[in-house]
């Protein structure tokens, strides 16, 4: 027996909406993990400045749409993310590159230190542990750094306004 023309359209139709739906696909994965900048071209989401420093730079990632947002520094990322309040901010995810150079660190499986020498002198280093950081490094928590982040704003627009 001959399908009919009706079921051969029919089965033409499911098969083309199977195809699409493959083509286009209803998984839409995001990428959480972090993405190297355009060095030397990329500018910091906050400032402006070029992202050239491969030790200090970091990276906020929005879980729910993957979208990255790249700092030269490690305080740039935390002054937006508080100064933004984007609606994701307590599920950001949060990497920084490596202070010695190994690569990229999630800060909060990772440790922050201080003080180091940064691009934009928030001084904050982060290390995948503790013992891989200099010894006269000081290991503080990311609430810390965030209090930080904020003295340091907080007093450079103060000598701003005082006309320093």
């Known amino acids: 027996m001959k399908p009919s023309k009706t ?12 195809a699409l739906t493959g083509l286009v696909g209803c ?18 989401t906050r400032c402006n400045m070029l992202i050239s420093d491969h030790h200090f730079t970091a990276q906020i990632v929005n879980p729910q749409t993957g979208d990255h947002f790249s700092f030269d520094d490690l305080g740039c990322a935390l002054d937006w993310l508080n100064k933004t309040h984007p609606t ?14 190994e690569g990229w660190v999630n800060i909060q499986k990772g440790v922050i230190a201080t003080p180091f ?5 928030f001084g904050l280093g982060v290390a ?17 750094a965030q209090a930080l982040v904020a003295e ?6 103060h000598h701003h306004a005082m006309g320093h």
């Open 27 to 44: 998984d839409k994965s995001v990428n959480l993990d972090p993405v190297n900048p355009a060095w030397d071209r990329d500018t910091c």
């Open 152 to 157: 340091k704003i907080q007093s450079k627009a």
């Open 128 to 144: 995948a542990s503790a013992d891989k950081l200099p010894t006269d490094k000081k290991v503080i928590t990311l609430e810390e």
């Open 88 to 101: 994701w901010a307590k599920d950001a995810l949060i990497y920084a590159t490596d202070a010695q150079g």
């Open 7 to 18: 079921f051969r359209t029919l089965m033409s139709i499911a098969l083309l909406g199977s």
């Open 117 to 121: 020498v940064t691009p934009m002198s």
